[in-house]
């Protein structure tokens, strides 16, 4: 029990670190020799790093929020499967425990000051790299709503939604055993869901407030407008 909880412990905190790493703070930084919280909605996330109107910046948001949630990923899968002798449900355990550590990493970064981005793209991220089912399912219905409604953010609250349904129709078989206990796979997955979404949206109450005023950001408007 002693070296599962340190496995766990240690997955969780390699994920954070690397979340940590906030890309769009990083090149905003780097590249505008500006630190993107003081840029149009003040958020350190992808949308935002669009809004700078630097197509460098959002390309390297981009593949630099998905490739540390990628290894986080794959950092915590191996320390788990080799934790827990390959057990059933253990990669699973492993990848959602630095799924979630990342993406908090990434709303709280430690480097940062602990103000961060909103946590989609890691979120997106680490479905990518876990189900791509529930991640194909989820970005579509994001990519209608973004296209009627012109805003990212009412996308993403309704695709929440979408994602935890999504979460409980694809969830896996088998149950994994920890700590004495046997337990579904699928709690994990559609816990983490449930989770992950409600932190999500609490970081979008700004964002629900602007929306209920009608005063929300939509796409095709650059920073400073």
Known sequence: MENTIIAMAVTALIAYLLGSFNSSIIFSKLLMKKDIRTIGSGNAGFTNSMRTG???????TLVGDVAKVGIAV????????????????????GAYISGFFAMLGHIFPIYFGFRGGKGVLTLCAMLLFTDWRVCLVSLAVWGVLLAVTR????????SLWVYM??????RPEGTLELFGAHIPVAYITVGAAVVMSVIITISHRSNIVRIIHG??????????E
């Open 215 to 224: 005063t929300e950001n939509k796409i095709g408007k650059k920073a400073g």
């Open 165 to 170: 349904a999504a979460a409980w129709v694809f």
């Open 74 to 93: 794959w950092i915590g899968t191996t320390i788990m499967t080799d934790c827990l002798d390959n057990a059933v449900g253990a990669d699973v355990l």
């Open 151 to 158: 805003m990212v953010s009412l996308s993403v609250l309704i």
């Open 54 to 60: 630097n197509k460098a910046i959002a390309i390297l």
